[in-house]
Structure formats: structure tokens, C-alpha cells
């Protein structure tokens, strides 16, 4: 296991800046997450840590070791990339195995350890077959095995999930999750998929226009993220707009939107100053919460079900907010409905 550091990173390409001052801490044996639109920079800051591309400026360390300037194969990094990479001459076992005979590995010992790689993920009795007789999926077990068989240092994934359909997505990323966390390697991870990112991460770094907004759990980014595009970005929810109204009433920050008066977490925001406001659907409820809340009565417009929820939009006004209700809630277009968001579920960040 290794701690992955990057102190003021920066690299350009031209007048683009794919990563601007980045500063970040993977530690031993953690599933860390780069997450961020596409042209964010995620994919240029994995490649500088595997040694594929160099910054012009900062540094990267290893264990307190610096190897900015270092090659890619003194590092001991293994990458699986977004389109696998396999080779299609080589039959499954010989993709596996290569990276062992570039290092001179005796022939018993990669043969036994190309093996282990492949029952470690699930292609025991594969080793003969070529990457077109595989689905998808297998594909990808291929590209992880040819990775992990070199016991690299620190585990990098670019999108790796991103040619998969939906169902085969939500598997793969809980078997690299279970295998991550039984070998126990510090694991750096890219996506543009929120939902991908936050299932299975230690740790989540957003990033834009080269920029990390906000390191932090899941949870943390999730709920109390630190601007209005981490806010929008992650997860569903309906941005408002409004003016406080009182910074501190009643241990509360007050805030007008639209004539509707909603209260919010106390925040660090004086009052006439303009505020955003950011409702999760699942924060909105039907039945009033004990405890102190915002009611908010509007016209249905639309609704679907989903499964394990309706989602519904809620005309208020000149607003429609996104809400999820039980899905054995009788709700239909036209009709009033009354919601309530509990007042520490509602997310201020100033504009």
C-alpha cells in the first residue's frame, strides 16, 4: 500500500489548463475517487500520478518519495483504461501474463500467478480463449487481472465501467470494490458517473476546469457541498434562487424565494445578500417531520414511476421543484400537494 501526494500540480496543454494547483492525499489502502465532467482534468491527473504524462509544475510523491520526473515503470502503478486495451492476438492468459515476461519473471512462477489472477476475478478456464469471445464485462476482469498480476503499488482506473450497459455496470463496480477492499491497495478511480463515484468511494475529489472544488466521504459532498456546482452536479434537485431575509433567527438563516419563505442551517451570510438554494427530492415528504421543517403547497404537473418512489414536479409559483414520494402515494397532475423539507435538509450556498 502506498500514500499517493500531489502538491501543486499543474499542467498545460497550450493555452489549456487540464489540471490547475492540485493538491491531494490518497492514503494507504483507499479507494479514492476523481470525479468530474468530461474535459475536467480527472483523466490528465490520473495519467501524471501513473507517469504517462509529466506537470509543469509541483510535485508528486510516493510514500514521502518523490518521483514526479520518475518513468511510468519504476513506479509500480497499474492502469486499466476506459477501451481495456487487450491485445487480440493473445489469447487470455497471454494478455494476463504479459506484463511478467517484460519483467523476466521466471515461466513457472507467471504461469502460477497468471492462475491466481485469473480465479482471483472469477475467469478460472478462461485462459485460452481471445478478447472476442468475451462479453463486455469479461473483457474488463481481463484488463483488471493484467494489472493486478504485477502487484502494483497503487491500483488506477479510467472510466473503466463506462463500456458496459447499466446492469453489468452496478456488478462490476461492487466485485472491484469487494476485490479492492480484500487486497487491501490504494486505489485511484475516474468517472463522470455521480452515482458510480459515490457507491463505491472512500473518498470523492470533484473536480472542474482543472480545479478540485471539494475532497470529501460521499456523504460529506453530498450533503453539504461547498458551491453551487458540486450542489447541481451531484445527485437530482431543484435550484432556487432568493434573498435572506434574517442571517439568525431563532438559530436559523431565514431566506425569501419567490415569496415563499424558507428555513435554512444557519449560515455565515448577511442579510439582503442573494442565496442559492438546493432541494434534494428525497428530502421533500408528505408527512410533516418532527422537527423544524419548511411547508411548501403546490400544484402537481408531472409524475412518474420509478420503482421505489413516484417522482413528481411541484408547481409553486413560478417554480417547479422535484420531489420523491412513496410510491403507494395517490398523486395526480393537476391536483395540490402540500411537502415538507426538514430545515437541516435544505442546502444554502451563496451565489
Known amino acids: 500500500m ?3 501526494e500531489l502538491q501543486n500540480v499543474t499542467k498545460r496543454f497550450g493555452e489549456v489548463t487540464a489540471a490547475g494547483d492540485v493538491n491531494l492525499t490518497v492514503q494507504d489502502g483507499e479507494f479514492f475517487t476523481l470525479l468530474g465532467p468530461s474535459g475536467c482534468g480527472k483523466t490528465t491527473t490520473m495519467r501524471m500520478i501513473a507517469g504517462l504524462e509529466y506537470p509543469d509544475s509541483g510535485r508528486i510523491l510516493f510514500d514521502g518519495v518523490d518521483v514526479t520526473q520518475q518513468q511510468s515503470h519504476r513506479r509500480n502503478t497499474g492502469m486499466v483504461f476506459q477501451n ?21 519473471i521466471p515461466k513457472t512462477e507467471t504461469q502460477k500467478r497468471v492462475e491466481e489472477t485469473l480465479e482471483l476475478v472469477h475467469l478460472t478456464g478462461y485462459g ?16 483488471l487481472a493484467r494489472v493486478l498480476v504485477i502487484n502494483p503499488s497503487v491500483l488506477l482506473l479510467d472510466e473503466p465501467l463506462s463500456n458496459l450497459d ?22 485511484i478511480y475516474v468517472t463522470h458517473d ?14 472542474s476546469h482543472g480545479a478540485i472544488e471539494q475532497v470529501g466521504t460521499p456523504t460529506e459532498v453530498y450533503e453539504h457541498p461547498n458551491n453551487i456546482f458540486i450542489a447541481t452536479f451531484i445527485g437530482k434537485g431543484t435550484l432556487l434562487e432568493g434573498m435572506v431575509i434574517s442571517p439568525d433567527k431563532a438559530g436559523f438563516t431565514e431566506v ?31 408527512i410533516k417531520p418532527n422537527e423544524t421543517s419548511n411547508m411548501i403547497t403546490g400544484k402537481i404537473e408531472w409524475t412518474a414511476f420509478i420503482g421505489p418512489h413516484i417522482e413528481i414536479t411541484l408547481r409553486v409559483g413560478e417554480t417547479s421543484l422535484l420531489a420523491n414520494v412513496p410510491p403507494e402515494t ?22
Open 2 to 4: 502506498v500514500k499517493v
Open 166 to 187: 447499466a446492469k453489468l455496470r452496478v456488478e462490476m463496480r461492487e466485485e472491484i470494490k469487494e476485490l479492492q477492499r480484500r487486497l487491501g491497495i490504494t486505489t
Open 128 to 143: 485460452k480463449r481471445f478478447p472476442n469471445q468475451l462479453s463486455g464485462g469479461q473483457q474488463q476482469r481481463v484488463a
Open 330 to 351: 395517490q398523486v395526480f397532475v393537476g391536483e395540490e400537494l402540500t411537502v415538507y423539507v426538514p430545515c437541516r435538509k435544505t442546502i444554502i450556498l451563496p451565489m
Open 84 to 104: 481495456y486495451a487487450l491485445w487480440p492476438h493473445m489469447t487470455v492468459a497471454e494478455n494476463v501474463a504479459y506484463g511478467l515476461e517484460i519483467r523476466k
Open 256 to 286: 425569501n424565494v419567490g415569496g415563499l419563505g424558507l428555513k435554512c442551517p444557519k449560515a455565515p451570510i448577511n442579510g439582503g445578500a442573494k442565496v442559492a438554494i438546493v432541494l434534494r427530492p428525497e428530502a421533500l415528504t408528505t
Open 194 to 207: 455521480q452515482e458510480e463515484a459515490m457507491s463505491v468511494s472512500d473518498r470523492v475529489a470533484v473536480q
